[in-house]
């Protein structure tokens, strides 16, 4: 009997081995009978009718035994051509296993040698970072788990970047914007002094006009009798 630990095809190849065995002894034991018909001085090599019958009789058990050990020869080879894809699958698996292992240990090593950008970035110190970022980002789970904390820091230091560049943005549309106004009311002065400018020109040409138009006032004789 088989034990419980041997597997459906070691049962199957020690009972083929069994057939085997035992149809080589039946075998054998045929051989030895036909082999006593033919010896002289036995009894039943006198009776040539019985010989035939007993030799027609272990001929077909010949035969029989023959087919079986044929049928049993064929099943072993299948057993043992399935046990074979088997063994070939298993180790085609084993070395899939071993490859995806290499290839898996090779890109550990990659993503441990790898610099990654974030390593050159001034973050926001942990103070203030703590100081300055919201609860649910800053909360005790996650100051004690360094790679959430580290992610967290990150992604506070992106939006406040973020946010900083849109300020950033808006000064400087109103840096734009005051000195297009600045720009605008200096060309207003610009051309009011010129018109300022201009007015005094013609005041003083004017002026000077007029001074030469005006008679003189006569001096007054005080010398003439009164």
Known sequence: MPTSTEQPEEVNFLVCDSLLDLTGYQ?????????ELVEPGTNI?????AVHVRAAALTGRLKSLARAANSETRHTKNLTAAARHDMDQSHL?????LYEKRHLEREIEKCRQ???????????????FKALAPPEARSDDVLFDEHQLLLNRLSFEFVERQRLDKMKTDLLQQKEELLKESKAKLNTMDSIKTQIETLVKVAVDVQKK???LALPIPAMDTDAPG
């Open 210 to 212: 007029v001074d030469e």
């Open 27 to 35: 075998y054998v034991l045929v051989i030895d009978q036909l082999k």
């Open 114 to 128: 790898f610099a990654s950008v974030y390593q050159d970035i001034p973050l926001y110190t942990l103070e203030e």
């Open 45 to 49: 090599s006198k009776d040539i009718t």
């Open 93 to 97: 698996g084993l070395q899939n296993l």
